[in-house]
């Protein structure tokens, strides 16, 4: 643990059931004329206009940037800016998943502090004023970015995602309606649930984990663990959902203050080159990177393994651990995630990248976080474990 840490949240943060309805409130208080960042999906499930709706009640104009269609990249940033400035926007608001949040953030910088997005990574650039205000409507439960002052972003003229952090980059406010969730199909609910889940395992065993995080790490992992698969199984289970959607919020609020690990700097590269979104591509990495970490957090895991299997008792910390991934396993099959040779990747593509892939994990900061900080051939063999990684059920294997 850190000797002086700092724990930072969005100002506001609205959640529970029907806390969209709150959008119009919180934008008049901000603003006089938004532009909601979202995508098609967002539009033909009518949440766009519900959205417009309600700021028109509180007379608040709005414009729409529905390019976002996959992973964010610098081009949506420089459409929507153009947007914005040609519309006169004010405030920003993001409805949709992980990759409509950071277009946002993004955005809601860039508009007043100028440049190209990569220039802040690293902080080689510092915004130095105060962002658009930005409203942030995750409508999944999984990557929590609507609570933390990072953005994920890929250079499209070189296939890097920078990893871009500064304070400015946190929502100003954040709305997290559960209801808005139960519109995700199956295979988004599981790899947004996992993402999630490695955003708290990260947190917690990170070298650079506090007290505050911890708190809120261990509360998101019971909350997953515990409803996961019941949102998965029966998507109109709202009790699943809402539970899912505070644990992915208090993961990223525990993520951002502890930072993430060794599985989002691997995780990072396959996305840009790839074109894995990020839940899945984390959910591929992660049993085997804790494999990989166990030894050097223990007893951090063990504490984590009293979630999946609580009657532990005269169990040890090792046994502990070793149940915590056996079970993290045991979920992504359960969840029928792929493995990358079963995304689609092509093994010989797959194998001329590795060594960039390597080098782009650890340019991006993240494995120095790692329990076990791994090198650069370390990372590489790790791409080769996860190609054709087996998940499997412990239970059914000890039986």
């Known amino acids: 643990m850190q000797e002086y840490a700092v724990f930072r949240t969005p100002e506001t943060i609205n959640y529970g059931r029907n806390a969209f309805e709150k959008i119009g409130v919180e934008a008049a208080a901000r603003g006089h004329k938004a532009i909601i960042i979202t995508d098609k999906i967002m539009e033909k499930l009518g949440y766009v206009s519900e959205c417009r709706d309600l700021l028109c009640k509180e007379e608040i104009e709005s414009a729409v940037y529905l390019g976002v269609e996959s992973e ?37 910088v860039i508009a007043t502090n100028g440049g190209y997005i990569g220039d802040y990574m ?19 439960a999984g990557t929590g970015s609507e609570a933390t002052d990072a953005t994920i972003i890929t250079n499209t003229s070189n296939n890097v995602k920078m990893m871009i952090k500064q304070p400015v ?8 309606d559960p209801l808005l969730s139960l519109s995700s199909p199956k295979s988004v609910t599981a790899a947004t649930g996992i993402d999630a889940l490695s955003h708290a395992i ?15 790490a261990l509360s998101s992992v019971g909350k997953i663990v515990n409803s996961l698969k019941s949102a998965y199984e029966n998507g109109d289970d709202v009790l699943a959902r809402e539970e899912m959607s505070i644990g992915s ?39 085997a990177v804790l494999e990989f970490s166990k030894e050097h957090c223990v007893k951090r895991l063990a504490d984590l393994g009293k979630f999946f299997e ?29 493995n990358l040779e079963g995304w689609g990747i092509n093994q010989s593509e797959f194998q001329q990248v590795i060594s960039k892939m390597a080098v782009d994990a650890l340019a991006s900061g993240s494995p120095e976080n790692n329990p076990r900080i791994p090198t650069k051939q370390e990372i590489e063999k790790l791409y080769q474990t996860c190609y054709s990684y087996q998940f499997s059920s412990h239970k059914s294997v000890s039986n």
Do not use: W
């Open 310 to 338: 609580p009657d532990l008792s005269g169990v040890s910390d090792k046994e502990a651990a070793d149940i915590a991934v056996e079970s993290v396993k045991e979920l992504c099959f359960d969840l029928n995630i792929p």
């Open 122 to 140: 690293g902080m080689k650039k510092l915004a130095e004023l105060p962002p658009l205000p930005h409203i942030s409507i995750p409508t999944t």
């Open 169 to 176: 980059f946190m929502p100003n406010v954040a709305i997290v």
């Open 72 to 108: 964010p990249t610098d081009q949506y940033v420089e459409e929507a800016l153009q947007l914005l400035k040609s519309e006169q926007c004010d405030v920003v608001i993001s409805l949709g998943g992980g990759s409509c949040i950071d277009t946002a953030k993004a955005i809601a």
């Open 202 to 216: 990260e947190a917690y065993i990170s070298r650079k984990a506090q007290p505050m995080t911890d708190m809120l």
């Open 249 to 287: 919020l208090q993961a990223g609020m525990s993520f951002t203050n502890a930072s993430v690990c060794l599985v989002h700097g691997m995780s990072r590269p396959i996305g840009a080159l790839f074109h894995v979104p990020h839940g899945f591509s984390n959910a591929m990495l992660l049993p």
